[in-house]
């Protein structure tokens, strides 16, 4: 009965120094809610019509060791996140007309492989939390994408996509696949080609987030600023990709204090291949760098896609 009770309140406290470590992050548990680097070059480009559709595969590694506080420090628990994903999307983009674009709509059906760590310094010694879920994380479906080809250098779209909680989650769990709440993203895209072949591609992109009944936690509006110059040579397109992340506004959740908002900036190589009938491939690798109230590291992605 003895051990029982100070198992009981050791857990108990490092739960509590857990909670408050995490608290300087801004949205619940310091992560985005919708994935980075999904735009670079081609941003503002759509698969053409077909008769099946698009499906795209892609998988993407990051990995951060560094934890930042809201002034970029370095936070003085140890902490370790290495993160595989892997995803199918579906996309069929149409002849139909709206607003004088091509009407369009999808779907993205994300897993994700998590191993995270974190050392918390208590009264009592060093209490490590560790844990590796590899499950469903949360579906993206995407019912409204609209394409503007606006000249012959110049290409727009914009979409709606709707991130359900279908992941799996578990309050309790260090890292969780799953955010447990929904998440409406609008966006814009675009693309301009040079006549010479440069190209400057951006996205531009909110998300509103829901509350997290589990937590009672609801995670500040996000914006996200992806993009990607270089030249094309042949099939291929080469050059910078990166994208500037910040929270607008403050999280809510009791206890919490106003203020804590994350922000990021990232950039690195990117590379893409797109010859007609062939699947057009994107490929890019960012370092992170000035991030606040979440962790900075590396990011690799690999996007192959194929109409059909």
Known sequence: MHNNKITANLLALTVGLLTASMAAEATENGRPTTTFGVYDFGAGITPPPSKYGTLSLRTGYYSADILKDSHGNRSKNDFSLDLWSISAAYFRM??????????????????????????????IGTQTLKADPFRMADAVFIPLILQWDVSPNLFVNTSFAITAPTG??????????????????????????????????????????????????????????????????????????????????DDDAPNLDTGNRSQAVAIGPALAFFKPGKPVVNMHLYKEFDARNRTEGYTFALRVSQSF
């Open 168 to 249: 799996d989650y578990d309050k309790n769990r260090l890292v969780s696949p799953g955010t447990n709440y929904w998440t409406y993203s609008p966006a814009a895209n675009f693309t301009y080609i040079s006549n010479t072949g440069f190209e400057v591609s951006s996205s531009f992109q909110l998300d509103f987030n829901t509350r997290n009944h589990a937590t009672d936690y609801k995670s500040g509006v996000e914006y996200k600023h992806e993009f990607a110059v270089g030249q094309h040579v042949g099939p291929w397109t080469v050059g910078l990709g990166g994208f500037y992340y910040r929270q607008l506004t």
């Open 94 to 123: 149409t002849e139909h007309q709206l607003f004088g674009a091509r009407y369009g709509f999808g779907g993205v059906l994300p897993f994700f492989k998590m191993d995270a760590e974190l050392d918390i310094q208590t009264p």
